[in-house]
């Protein structure tokens, strides 16, 4: 049988990737699909350059702005000047981990339970995290590791 186009295509995604140095170290967290992390690094370029992973969630757009003039003081929301796909990819990432990843989704239960947060900026924390951790393992190039991810639990009285 033939090889279709999108077989054709996800194996030279695979094959690009396998060049990256740390590609296969950021493929080591559960949920992040060869196809979204070609994404991220299209759109983001080589991680190791930013200096820490605000600086990656500030060329996708994803920090935080707020319009004041005077004493008037406006909403703090998101500047979104910066790389839409670079959003989309971190924010569809960032689902997946949610949905199928244990710590992340115990990272997002504890956010909307226990800090009373709305779901949607839970979600923007942890694309926040998940940038931090990119950045991380990528100029540190070091493997992905759970532990360090697991909320604190509150400590007994």
Same mark, same amino acid.
């Given at each position: 049988?033939?090889?279709?186009q999108?077989?054709?295509?996800?194996?030279?995604?695979?094959?690009?990737?396998?060049?990256? /140095?740390?590609?296969?170290?950021l =493929?080591?967290?559960?949920?992040?699909?060869?196809?979204s992390l070609?994404?991220? =690094?299209?759109? @983001?370029?080589?991680? %190791?350059?930013?200096s820490?992973?605000?600086? =990656?969630?500030?060329?996708?757009?994803?920090?935080?702005?707020?319009?004041?003039?005077?004493?008037?003081?406006?909403?703090?929301?998101? %500047?979104?000047?910066?790389?839409?796909?670079?959003?989309?990819?971190? +924010?569809? @990432?960032?689902? %997946?981990?949610?949905?199928? +990843?244990?710590?992340?989704? @115990?990272?997002h239960?504890?956010?909307?339970?226990?800090?009373?947060?709305? &779901?949607?900026?839970?979600?923007? &924390?942890?694309?926040?995290?998940?940038?931090?951790?990119?950045?991380?393992?990528?100029?540190?190039?070091?493997?992905?590791? /759970?532990?360090?991810?697991? /909320?604190? =639990? /509150?400590? @007994?009285?």
């Open positions: 049988m033939g090889v279709t999108l077989e054709r295509v996800e194996q030279q995604v695979t094959e690009v990737l396998n060049k990256i /140095p740390f590609a296969r170290k =493929l080591t967290i559960k949920g992040i699909s060869e196809i070609a994404g991220i =690094l299209g759109e @983001a370029g080589d991680l %190791s350059r930013f820490q992973g605000n600086s =990656l969630l500030r060329h996708a757009g994803l920090h935080l702005a707020e319009a004041s003039s005077g004493k008037w003081k406006g909403q703090i929301v998101i %500047s979104k000047r910066g790389r839409f796909r670079l959003r989309r990819f971190l +924010y569809l @990432a960032t689902m %997946s981990l949610v949905m199928n +990843y244990p710590e992340f989704q @115990a990272l239960s504890q956010n909307v339970k226990v800090k009373k947060m709305k &779901k949607m900026k839970s979600i923007m &924390k942890l694309i926040g995290k998940l940038a931090r951790i990119f950045v991380g393992i990528s100029r540190r190039n070091e493997s992905y590791c /759970p532990v360090k991810l697991k /909320p604190l =639990l /509150p400590m @007994a009285a």
